[in-house]
């Protein structure tokens, strides 16, 4: 059975982090280039938090099946 506690952290933890992605994009248009290479890197640490987060929620959905 799959841990809805931990399901709806996960679930929690992309509604956040879309938010700050967001923020993060409407930024990077009104800065200069050299603060748009700080967000760039940024952004790209977003993206990862974001597949990270994918990643676990499919490893959860998959699991579940096996130990029922």
Request: aromatic share 12%; charged share 30%.
């Amino acid at each position: 059975m799959i841990n809805r506690d931990r399901v709806l952290k996960l679930l929690s933890d992309f509604k956040e982090w879309q938010i700050d992605f967001k923020e993060c994009l409407d930024s990077i248009d009104i800065c200069d280039d050299s603060i748009k290479k700080i967000l760039y890197h940024s952004v790209r640490a977003y993206f990862l938090d974001f597949h990270i987060l994918c990643k676990d929620y499919i490893s959860i959905s998959l699991s579940s099946p096996n130990r029922e």
